[in-house]
């Protein structure tokens, strides 16, 4: 009998023990999931520690338009139904000219938040100026030339392109319930570089459209790789400066780790307004083609694979598309957007010349097509598209 309950107390022993060690590893990341400010995972900028700052010199400062081009209660309007929204912050830009800015729920103008997936618009963008540089070949490149790593298996045959694409064939796992599933690694772990390279191939290359955030964080490796600078260095200098945006943040996974390039790009949303206007402007700032404007003729061409989709952002007015089911009624012009989780939005109406940033926590009923639409229908744009 005291054999069994020396056994027993062994047993324990070694399992508190195995406990303790699995909760010193992972400490970090238990603590993310326990504290994790879901209520406002927008917001709630404090939170998210460490980030790289991107430094900007905030020059570029838009200031409300005194001669509107828009009705005013058109505006209005659409304000108070952000507002209804849970939104902190609206904007809209017309003709480069800004006819509103309006901030909730004690947010103001120097508020950053969690971009959510906006981020991977900006990864693109970088992706982009990379190549115009010729520290990367072509989107045409195989992946692998940059993640030695995948040259041995059968990533090696994955392009750049079908990262960009979100058609590279690696496992889609976004199952919230398992702390080690993908999704919690990469937007939780403390080592999202090992855990993108280590996410395996489910089905071959450019045969299907599977939205997964390891994609966009496989860019970002490849970007630090083929530039050979901290990724916070290479956005400030090659974009953030240029557009005179103010300083910005990127979630890191851990102290001097690595931006999580798939989210988490903690900006005011004056600044994504400056990035709609930027590829509105096809890639011009001030006289400076800031991105190539042939790599923003790719960024907005339809997957043959998701004709909702392009490198990195939505193009959002197809009937069939990937987000058809976003909206009661079809956009009344053909639109590109940046978005993010819970309709972090940047939608840009390029033969309208509009920019619409809609910035807050997570609707309470969501229709992406409304606030344009009421805008459109007031600029005689009451044909709805032929979208068939």
Not at 178 to 200: H, R
Not at 289 to 310: A, N
Not at 345 to 350: A, D, G, L, N, Y
Request: with cysteine.
């Amino acid at each position: 009998m005291k054999r069994i309950f020396k056994f027993i107390l062994n047993l324990i022993a070694i399992l508190l023990l195995l406990l303790g060690i699995f909760v010193v590893v992972n400490y970090t990341l238990l603590k993310r999931v326990v504290t994790y400010p879901a209520n406002e995972e927008i917001s709630n900028s404090a939170w998210y520690t460490p980030k790289a700052i991107i430094e900007g010199d905030n020059t570029t400062n838009y200031v409300l338009t005194d001669s509107l081009t828009i009705d005013k209660i058109v505006l209005d309007e659409i304000s108070s139904y952000a507002e209804s929204q849970h939104s902190n912050a609206l904007l809209v830009l017309h003709n480069g000219r800004l006819q509103l800015e309006k901030y909730y729920n004690g947010t103001t103008k120097e508020s950053t938040s969690n971009s959510m997936s906006m981020a991977k618009t900006i990864t693109s963008i970088l992706i982009g100026i990379a190549i115009d540089e010729g520290h990367i070949t072509s989107e045409k490149e195989l992946a692998s030339t940059y993640i030695s790593e995948w040259q041995n298996d059968k990533r090696n045959t994955i392009t750049i392109e079908d990262l960009l694409l979100m058609q590279s064939g690696l496992r889609v796992d976004n199952n919230v319930q398992n702390i080690f599933s993908d999704v919690i690694s990469l937007y939780m772990g403390t080592d999202v570089e090992d855990t993108a390279l280590k996410i395996p191939l489910s089905k071959e290359p450019a045969t299907a459209f599977e939205y997964n955030n390891a994609n966009t964080q496989l860019l970002g490796i490849i970007l630090e790789r083929a530039t050979k600078l901290p990724l916070e260095e290479y956005a400030s200098s090659r974009l953030w400066k240029p557009i005179g945006a103010a300083n910005a943040g990127w979630w890191l996974d851990k102290e001097d780790g690595m931006p999580r390039t798939f989210c988490c790009y903690f900006a005011q949303a004056e600044d994504w307004m400056i990035i709609g206007q930027l590829l509105l402007q096809n890639g011009m700032w001030n006289g400076a083609q800031v991105i190539p404007k042939p790599w923003i003729s790719k960024m907005l061409t339809q997957s043959t694979l998701e004709k909702d989709y392009g490198f990195q952002i939505w193009l959002n007015y197809e009937s069939g598309g990937n987000r058809e089911k976003d909206r009661t009624s079809p956009f009344l012009a053909k639109n590109f957007l940046i978005d993010g989780t819970h309709n972090q939005e940047v939608i840009v109406v390029p033969e309208e010349n509009i920019v619409l940033v809609r910035i807050g926590e997570k609707p309470s009923s969501w229709d992406e097509s409304f606030m344009i639409n009421k805008i459109l229908v007031s600029l005689n744009k009451e044909q709805s598209l032929d979208v068939n």
